[in-house]
């Protein structure tokens, strides 16, 4: 029976990491954790998960800004260092399922495996505040938050989840988002993924403003929207731009026409000046 090691990365993310590792070992999956500039708060949480799905953790060397590639080059390093057979790259707060009902997936690997195939795609299900509902910052925002949209900006956008075939993997030139090896055979269904971007206005705001990017990652697009600056202001869309979760039908999800660019605007300084898919003034970069 094949294994499944997740590798997530953490940033200061204490809202989300417990539900995050009570819902891997829920799907039968281990977790290894790389925790980058991560308080003691949750530090200690993920040490209580400790051999009840937590097989490891590691501290990213501190940097004086967010290095999403070199975090990326250490999850290919942790990725190729374990025995596991499949392997799924993600983040925090990004909640992943299986498209069968009743179905963990660590049982879904099992099945995509016996058929022959190697890697599993997933359609970004994106959740985020609106104008009427836009506070969710608290410990039940998986069951508060309902309003969402299906994102794909290409075709296997999320090619996160993949078993180790003796060749060489790769997935840090696509900013983590999908896994490249000789021999690759995608799974034809896409499975579903939760995406929680922020909680709240004021949750963007502590969440995104303190992040400095360097100048190659943003030249290369990798953070679009997140990397507006430590100004920026975010503007919540309506729910009636979105689709509505129903959790008595969770699998009724539909990705027939997926968003290509985020429902995400982004008000950045000088003020009246509206900053979408590139940086504008507001960012701050280290080159």
Same mark, same amino acid.
């Given at each position: 029976m094949p294994d499944v090691l997740a590798i997530l990365s953490v940033h200061d993310e204490v809202r989300f990491i417990r539900l995050q590792l009570e819902h891997l070992a829920s799907q039968g999956v281990e977790t290894f954790v790389l925790c980058d500039r991560s308080p003691e708060p949750v530090l200690e949480v993920i040490e209580s998960f400790r051999g009840r799905g937590v097989i490891g953790s590691r501290l990213y060397p501190p940097r004086d800004f967010y290095d999403w590639e070199g975090i990326l080059r250490e999850k290919q390093n942790i990725a190729a260092s374990h025995p596991h057979?499949?392997?799924?790259?993600?983040?925090?707060?990004?909640f992943r399922m299986s498209e069968k009902p009743g179905e963990t997936l660590a049982e879904t690997v099992v099945r995509v495996d016996a058929a022959g195939y190697n890697a599993i795609n997933f359609v970004e299900y994106v959740f985020v505040p609106t104008r009427e509902h836009p506070d969710h910052d608290h410990p039940d925002f998986l069951r508060s938050m309902r309003s969402y949209y299906a994102f794909m900006p290409h075709p296997q956008? #999320?090619?996160? $989840?993949f078993k180790k075939t003796g &060749?060489?993997? *790769?997935?840090? +030139?696509?900013?983590? @988002?999908?896994?490249?090896?000789?021999g690759l055979r995608v799974y034809p269904e896409n499975l579903p993924? #939760?995406?929680? $971007?922020?909680?709240?206005?004021? &949750?963007?705001? *502590?969440?995104? +403003?303190?992040?400095? @990017?360097?100048?190659?990652?943003?030249?290369?697009?990798?953070h679009g929207w997140r990397a507006a600056g430590e100004r920026a202001r975010v503007s919540l869309p309506s729910e009636a731009e979105m689709k509505q979760y129903d959790p008595e039908a969770p699998w009724g999800?539909?990705?027939?026409?997926?968003?290509?660019?985020?429902?995400?605007?982004?008000q950045s300084a000088p003020p009246g000046r509206w900053w979408s898919r590139w940086f504008g003034k507001g960012n701050r970069a280290i080159t």
């Open positions: 057979d499949w392997i799924l790259i993600g983040d925090v707060d990004e956008h #999320r090619r996160t $989840l &060749h060489a993997f *790769e997935f840090v +030139h696509t900013g983590g @988002h999908r896994v490249d090896f000789v993924m #939760r995406h929680y $971007l922020y909680l709240s206005p004021a &949750h963007f705001e *502590e969440k995104y +403003h303190a992040r400095i @990017h360097s100048q190659r990652e943003m030249e290369r697009g990798w999800l539909e990705d027939a026409n997926p968003r290509t660019e985020h429902l995400v605007t982004v």
